[in-house]
């Protein structure tokens, strides 16, 4: 499986522009379902009218103190919806001193090849 092909986006959701060719870069295969993964841990759940269970409640934690094992539950269950992925093997919750939630997450796609994910949660009072 390929995984798709989309547009690619920059580490903060903007267009990516390719310098020598000054169009809109494109990504695939893998590549692709990392930066799917990274959009759905990012999107409110029910922020896209037309695809409303896509993205996660994580947001709605703000304020509270997040145990690890919900932020766990919470991530699995949004990225178990994506039907290229078919289990999430692996997820490890740390903090950093600047109140950012830092993830690592391994899962295991539907033509079993095994892909990590890593990033931080930018909502910084999920601590």
């Known amino acids: 499986m390929s995984y798709g092909t989309n547009i690619k986006l920059s580490s903060d959701f903007d267009l990516d522009f390719s310098s020598t060719t000054k169009s809109l870069s494109?990504?695939?295969g893998t590549d692709n379902l990392v930066q799917a993964t990274k959009i759905i841990l990012n999107t409110f759940e029910g922020e896209?009218?037309?695809?409303?269970?896509?993205?996660?409640r994580l947001q709605d934690l703000i304020g509270y103190n997040?145990?690890?094992?919900?932020?766990?539950?919470?991530v699995?269950?949004?990225?178990?919806?994506?039907?290229?992925?078919?289990?999430?093997?692996?997820?490890?919750?740390?903090?950093?001193?600047n109140r950012v939630v830092n993830l690592k997450i391994t899962v295991t796609t539907v033509d079993e090849e095994s892909v990590?994910?890593?990033?931080?949660?930018?909502?910084?009072?999920?601590?």
């Open 48 to 56: 896209n009218v037309f695809i409303p269970n896509f993205g996660t």
């Open 66 to 74: 997040a145990s690890d094992n919900f932020i766990k539950y919470t």
């Open 116 to 127: 990590e994910l890593v990033g931080g949660l930018a909502w910084n009072k999920l601590v």
């Open 76 to 97: 699995k269950n949004a990225l178990m919806r994506d039907s290229r992925i078919k289990s999430v093997d692996k997820i490890y919750v740390s903090r950093s001193p």
């Open 26 to 28: 494109i990504i695939s």
